[in-house]
């Protein structure tokens, strides 16, 4: 896989994503979209998970359908965000295995080890709800970022365009991966949320050149009063010089700027 130099372009972007979008998070999310549309950000991605922790699927709720549907239609973006979020603990796990899913995730890295087919059936299953709820996904970005080897092989062979990690957006159709850190709020303990404040001030800023700033969202972020005022101040500031977009848009801009630049046109 190629790898993109960052480096500033013809439009400079910022891509807000609302991970964990479901028929348990939806009134939050509706709150999350208000405040965002109140300071400049009217398209996001909307990473939704078909059956979160197996409460209920998407396209067995006609509301939530309802709502979606109306979402794609404002122009914001459907990403598949794995199938229930959840990942069931294996007997014999390893230190460094516990420590990401347990630890680092809270047992949410779904997609972390799975195999070709049991990845492969997720993703066919989790289209199939979102077909079932009129709307479709170009886009997979797996559970905390975190996909394996053999589900990310899984994810190509069924034909999504892209994925994300934390540090890099994947062009699965051109096959380039483009280097971009994701800002990301921790907020399960008083410390995390301290240290996410200091952490993302500092990010804020050292990505300020950076040609897609990319500001990944949870639905408790919007409980804390400091986190939701640093969101939206952030935003508010890359704004200034910054589209609002999403991942699908980014990318399809990004491959007519390639192309363009291929045949030598200004």
């Given at each position: ?66 709502w979606l ?19 069931t603990r ?132 919007w409980k ?43």
């Amino acid at each position: 896989m190629q790898t993109a130099r960052q480096k500033t372009s013809s439009f400079p972007s910022l891509v807000v994503s609302i991970h964990d979008v479901s028929i348990v998070t939806r009134g939050i999310v509706e709150e999350m979209l208000e405040d965002l549309a109140g300071v400049g950000v009217s398209v996001t991605s909307l990473l939704v998970i078909p059956d979160h922790h197996h409460r209920g699927r998407i396209d067995g709720n006609e509301r939530f359908s309802s709502w979606l549907r109306g979402a794609v239609a404002s122009g914001h973006e459907v990403v598949l965000h794995g199938f229930s979020h959840f990942r069931t603990r294996k007997y014999g796990e390893g230190m460094a295995t516990r420590l990401i899913t347990r630890s680092y995730t809270a047992g949410e890295g779904e997609f972390f080890d799975l195999s070709f087919k049991e990845a492969s059936d997720l993703l066919c299953e989790g289209r199939r709800a979102l077909a079932n709820c009129g709307v479709t996904a170009e886009g997979f970005i797996a559970p905390a970022w975190l996909l394996g080897g053999e589900a990310e092989n899984a994810v190509r062979e069924e034909g999504f365009a892209y994925t994300t990690r934390i540090g890099t957006v994947i062009d699965i159709r051109t096959g380039v991966s483009y280097p971009s850190r994701s800002m990301v709020y921790s907020v399960r303990a008083g410390w995390r949320r301290a240290m996410s404040l200091v952490w993302n001030e500092v990010l804020f800023w050292r990505l300020n050149n950076a040609s897609l700033l990319r500001i990944g969202l949870h639905p408790p972020d919007w409980k804390h009063r400091t986190i939701r005022r640093h969101i939206l101040k952030c935003i508010g500031l890359a704004l200034r010089n910054r589209e609002a977009t999403t991942y699908r848009v980014w990318l399809a801009q990004t491959r007519s700027t390639s192309l363009s630049g291929q045949y030598g046109e200004s």
